[in-house]
T-cell receptor, first 116, second 115 residues
Framework: GAGVSQSPSNKVTEKGKDVELRCDPI?????LYWYRQSLGQGLEFLIY????????KSGLPSDRFSAERTGGSVSTLTIQRTQQEDSAVYLC??????????????FGPGTRLTVL | AQSVSQHNHHVILSEAASLELGCNYS??????LFWYVQYPGQHLQLLLK??????LVKGIKGFEAEFIKSKFSFNLRKPSVQWSDTAEYFC?????????????FGKGTLLTVNP
């Protein structure tokens, strides 16, 4: 079946602009996660959704970052007034469930964001 | 707070050499442990995982890892690497209680295997 998909695959934007990154999880997966991978860094947890609610937003680095999930499926990560330090690969993952037991997280290909 | 340390940033080996990538974690409780791999141009994918039981776990493509609780380590091994093993390898941990959905990753080790 189809895996996690993300769009766009690459995004170049100017400092100060807003960007939206999209994630389509695997069908039937109730849990969805956003991570960020900056140059030379490991993956950094941003936010976790169970269904449409986000019980853990602790990883969002500033109030310029927000995310939503609708219909228990597609999620959008929005970065407002982008800064150069926001340049990174943004990865989305999904799993059958989240906090109830552990289920393997399947990752998408990522969106490479470059802020000029 | 939990953390993961991978000792090697870049490892270069010749084909047929043995591989061991180090991973140490810090966490105040029982953990699940993972190794993920990212081949060039591909998605991050699970290589192997440890939840409980036998501390020696076997994954895909001949990889294995050993959980040593006393050393807070989960090193990845392969007896004989191939050129196709060239990739970036990430060790990750999550706790069994509380926020057990959240994976904490190390910074990764880039493995280059020369033919």
């Amino acid at each position: 079946g189809a895996g996690v998909s993300q769009s766009p695959s690459n995004k170049v934007t100017e400092k100060g602009k807003d960007v939206e990154l999209r994630c389509d999880p695997i069908s039937g997966h109730t849990a969805l996660y956003w991570y960020r991978q900056s140059l030379g860094q490991g993956l950094e947890f941003l936010i976790y959704f169970q269904g449409n609610s986000a019980p853990d937003k602790s990883g969002l680095p500033s109030d310029r970052f927000s995310a939503e999930r609708t219909g228990g499926s597609v999620s959008t990560l929005t970065i407002q007034r982008t800064q150069q330090e926001d340049s990174a690969v943004y990865l989305c993952a999904s799993s059958l469930e989240g906090a109830v037991g552990y289920n393997e997280q399947f990752f998408g290909p990522g969106t490479r964001l470059t802020v000029l | 707070a939990q953390s993961v340390s991978q000792h090697n940033h870049h490892v270069i080996l010749s084909e047929a050499a043995s591989l061991e990538l180090g991973c140490n974690y810090s966490y105040g409780g029982t953990v699940n442990l993972f190794w993920y791999v990212q081949y060039p141009g591909q998605h991050l994918q699970l290589l192997l995982k440890y939840f409980s039981g036998d501390p020696l776990v076997k994954g895909i493509k001949g990889f294995e890892a050993e959980f040593i609780k006393s050393k807070f380590s989960f090193n990845l091994r392969k007896p004989s690497v191939q050129w196709s093993d060239t990739a970036e390898y990430f060790c990750a941990v999550n706790g069994k209680g509380g926020s057990n959905y959240k994976l904490t990753f190390g910074k990764g080790t880039l493995l280059t295997v020369n033919p």
